[in-house]
């Protein structure tokens, strides 16, 4: 099972950016997993957000963040990205990347179920 990291929260106005990190630990590997990230609010279940294949080549976006984030990865360093720019009130959430259970899919996952490793979450907040 894939073990990763969150990084990259914070307190930002609106309108700002930030750019959140998910790395993997120790001896696993990202390369061949797709990866997503999931946002919970407070009192809101959570949703998801992005994802991105094991190559990189396609990626997809819940309508409300499509302009404004992007997802990217760097198989090189094991890590997966995720810029998000002109940030809104409402985007303030924890933020989780997840692992795919399968490795080499072709397609981006967007269910819950189709993730198998989940970090720990890193809290983005956006003032307005």
């Known amino acids: 099972q894939v073990q990763l990291v969150e990084s990259g929260g914070g307190l930002v106005q609106a309108g700002g950016s930030l750019r959140l990190s998910c790395a993997a630990s120790g001896r696993t590997s990202l390369t061949r997993n797709a990866v997503g990230w999931f946002r919970q609010a407070p009192g809101k279940e959570r949703e998801f957000v992005a994802a991105i294949t094991w190559t990189g080549r396609t990626t997809s976006y819940v309508d409300s963040v499509k302009g404004r984030f992007t997802i990217s990865r760097d198989n090189a360093k094991n890590t997966v990205y995720l810029q998000m720019n002109s940030l809104k009130p409402e985007d303030t959430a924890v933020y989780y990347c997840?692992?795919?259970?399968?490795?080499?899919?072709?397609?981006?996952?967007?269910?819950?179920?189709?993730?198998?490793?989940w970090g720990q979450g890193t809290q983005v907040t956006v003032s307005s």
């Open positions: 997840a692992a795919d259970r399968l490795v080499l899919r072709g397609t981006t996952p967007s269910g819950a179920a189709d993730f198998g490793s």
